[in-house]
């Protein structure tokens, strides 16, 4: 399928997926083929004095020695990070995330290209965004075709993404993730679960109860009642309060047609299983697509 | 007005108000009118090796003396205090509550009453608890009258109560309090927000933003995407956070007719401001009613 992306190109390149924690640094040929990977715990919050230069140079300097073209993205394009690449907005395509990179000079004398963030706004102005999965979704979009489709990224902030002809044309972001981290390690429901298999029918339990009314702050609150009751077992709650919170994200964005999930395996498999239970159709798709992405964007720089 | 209530008794007593982090102890009259308070740091997770007879001694030992009714309410009738008070199920009223309450031996040979919790099942069964306010709401029962009434208790886990004929007919707890504290001062959004003025037109916003569609999960996100895009001062994201919130809780709840909250003041000031946004009547009561339910609590033992 070429439609809305058109051809692929025959440039070689290296590609920096550069988050908060994590480097990862990629070798691609010239269809996009990866040829080599490097991975270090040097994300955009660990390098000292913010030599960014110093950092590529360090992991991947006989790389950039090549010459060839060089896309980074992720957090490195944040506030935090090396130089700011400002949201690009909806509707956004491959061509206008290229022509929004900022050029960064590498050690070597090269030139590098920072990837934006795109930021959403929804009926009535709101804004969302998100930086990192823009590149994650362009490496999915040959994938997808140039019908529309409705893709979702289940993480620490989950992202619901609506994809039209090669666009993303909106796109809604749930706190789920950091959610259950903080209710589960950091409330009083922390103190009361006790370690448990993670119980598929806890998760189900949860997922019923999100549909329930009553709101979230009621249905969480309702997890310590239930075990006080003795209506739940400690040991299942934090499987209860994944579903809880997964149901609620669901109920919420209400999808209709299939679901494209792009994740993790565990939580492809959790989302799946949700969906599943929600009525929903879904497609999971392998979560290294992010070197695809860093490509296409590549692909379109000068 | 008497009506379900009953006149009042003479009985004189003690009543102690013990927390998780305070003991308040009040001395009262025949009329339970107040003689005299006390309050010390000594909370049930202060009380070293669990002596709380002693404790009692220590804060009240003169008063104890006296040998008058000893009304104890409060998380000291948990399963973490002195002895464990199991729930009384709604509908709950005055009689069956003292009728619930568990002897303790007192210092100096008298006895000491229990107050219980009280546990609401919804339509569906899916239970809730409530463990102290059922003594504040006891005391607030001759102010109320004999008719319906909705009560909202605001704080940490806000409780919303149903009264009908002097009795707790139900009620549902939500989160809001501790989900403002996690989200504040534990996400990611904490490291995002500047001191601000509790600015209301930011409270006002947050709960316009309650009402649109998304849920919970997705607005707490809009905030931090808000401040990114520069529409909301990240000095203004806490007073937003709590108007969102406490809006969710409104909505969530949904009180027809006027609500009576019973609360601190600044808590108070916050949900009658909420309320009135929400075009709901609401009559602000004064907190101090807890002494008044152990006293009635006191009247129907023994």
């Given amino acids: 399928m070429t439609g809305f992306l058109g051809e692929v190109c025959d440039k070689a390149m290296i590609g920096f997926d550069w988050g908060t924690s994590t480097l990862r640094v990629y070798r691609l040929g010239p269809q996009g083929g990866l040829i080599e990977r490097r991975e270090a715990p040097l994300g955009i919050s660990k390098i000292a004095g913010g030599d960014f230069a110093g950092a590529c140079g360090d992991i991947a300097g006989d790389w950039l020695a090549l010459h060839e073209t060089v896309v980074l993205a992720g957090m490195i394009g944040s506030r935090q990070g090396w130089r700011e690449a400002p949201y690009v907005a909806c509707p956004a395509d491959v061509a206008a995330i290229a022509a929004a990179c900022i050029p960064v000079d590498l050690p070597g004398g090269g030139r590098g290209h920072i990837v934006p963030g795109v930021m959403s706004r929804d009926a009535g102005g709101v804004p969302d965004v998100m930086r990192g999965e823009e590149t994650q979704i362009v490496g999915l979009l040959r994938t997808l075709g140039d019908g529309p489709a409705s893709l979702c990224l289940p993480g620490t902030h989950s992202k619901w993404v609506s994809i039209d002809r090669g666009r993303i044309t909106g796109f809604r972001t749930y706190f789920t993730g950091e959610m259950f981290d903080l209710i589960g390690n950091h409330s009083m429901l922390a103190r009361v679960f006790t370690d448990g298999p993670d119980a598929e029918n806890a998760f189900d339990a949860g997922m019923r109860r999100a549909a329930a009314p009553g709101g979230l702050l009621h249905h969480v609150f309702g997890i310590r009642a239930a075990i006080l009751a003795g209506d739940l077992p400690a040991g299942a709650g ?65």
Wanted: net charge positive; hydrophobic share 45%.
């Fill in 238 to 302: 934090r499987a209860f309060l994944s579903g809880l919170l997964v149901g609620h994200e669901i109920a919420a964005e209400a999808p209709s047609g299939t679901v494209h999930l792009l994740g993790g395996a565990a939580l492809a498999k959790r989302y799946s299983r949700a969906l599943a239970r929600a009525g929903i159709d879904c497609i999971a798709h392998g979560e290294d697509v992010t070197a695809r992405g860093l490509w296409e964007i590549g692909c379109r720089i000068g």
